[in-house]
Nanobody, 124 residues
Framework: QVQLVESGGGLVQPGDSRGLSCAAS????????MGWFRQPPGKAREFVAA????????YYADSVKGRFTISRDDAKNTVYLQMNSLKPDDTAVYYC?????????????????WGQGTQVTVSS
């Protein structure tokens, strides 16, 4: 089993930057692809970014492309999401997920393990 714990959420102003972390435990995730999803208030959970097991394959949702960066540090068993130029529309609960498939996945159904989420609120 893999346990995932997100951290780094909070209240930020429009235009600010914020970094999220996702620490994995239970087993190493170096052969797993990892993803970030988010759920805005009153809306369905949506894909944000994903990274393959070797960090070569990376994919972003159009809404965050050029502003967000996903990365991983397998020595720390941790995945990151750096968010820049934040907008009010980025307000959501952000979830980290792990898939046993090596290539990055866009479909939430391909992820077997999920964190509890961390709230990011972008407001002035």
């Amino acid at each position: 089993q893999v346990q995932l714990v997100e951290s780094g959420g909070g209240l930020v102003q429009p235009g600010d930057s914020r970094g999220l972390s996702c620490a994995a435990s239970g087993r190493t995730v170096d052969t797993y692809s990892m993803g970030w999803f988010r759920q805005p208030p009153g809306k369905a959970r949506e894909f944000v970014a994903a990274i393959s097991w070797d960090a070569i394959g990376i994919y972003y949702a159009d809404s965050v492309k050029g502003r967000f960066t996903i990365s991983r540090d397998d020595a720390k068993n941790t995945v990151y999401l750096q968010m820049n130029s934040l907008k009010p529309d980025d307000t959501a609960v952000y979830y980290c997920a792990a898939s046993e498939r090596r290539r990055y996945r866009l479909d939430r159904n391909d992820y077997a393990y999920w964190g509890q989420g961390t709230q990011v609120t972008v407001s002035s």
